[in-house]
């Protein structure tokens, strides 16, 4: 199976710590995480999955990497099985605000 490729903006500080987050927990996955290129993270506004059907952004990269990768939603280690999904995708919609109100600092 083709890898999945996640480009994501390495000079935006949130999506930055996803990357991290993302490395961290999919160790040995075949999920490659490659930062756009400046240009390309200047127009971005989400995060870009490809996958061997299609591509996705923002919201439903997440959703799909959290129910492909379960091991993601350990991180609401504290809620049950039932709400971490959710929890994945509402902390991906508040890191969409606070990117949208740090858009000076943040070309992403």
């Known amino acids: 199976m083709a890898p999945l490729i996640?480009?994501?903006d390495s000079e935006c500080?949130?999506?930055?710590?996803?990357?991290?987050l993302l490395k961290r927990k999919l160790a040995g996955e075949a999920v490659l995480l490659e930062a756009m290129a400046a240009t390309e993270a200047k127009h971005a506004t989400e995060f870009e999955l490809v996958t061997p059907q299609k591509t996705l952004l923002g919201k439903e990269a997440v959703e799909y990497l959290a129910e492909e990768f379960p091991q993601i939603?350990?991180?609401?280690?504290m809620?049950?099985?039932?709400?971490k999904t959710r929890a994945v995708i509402k902390s991906y919609s508040l890191a969409q605000k606070f990117r949208r109100r740090w858009r000076r600092n943040c070309d992403c």
């Open 6 to 8: 996640l480009k994501y």
């Open 13 to 20: 500080p949130l999506c930055n710590s996803f990357a991290k």
């Open 73 to 77: 939603k350990d991180i609401f280690w």
């Open 79 to 83: 809620l049950p099985d039932s709400y």
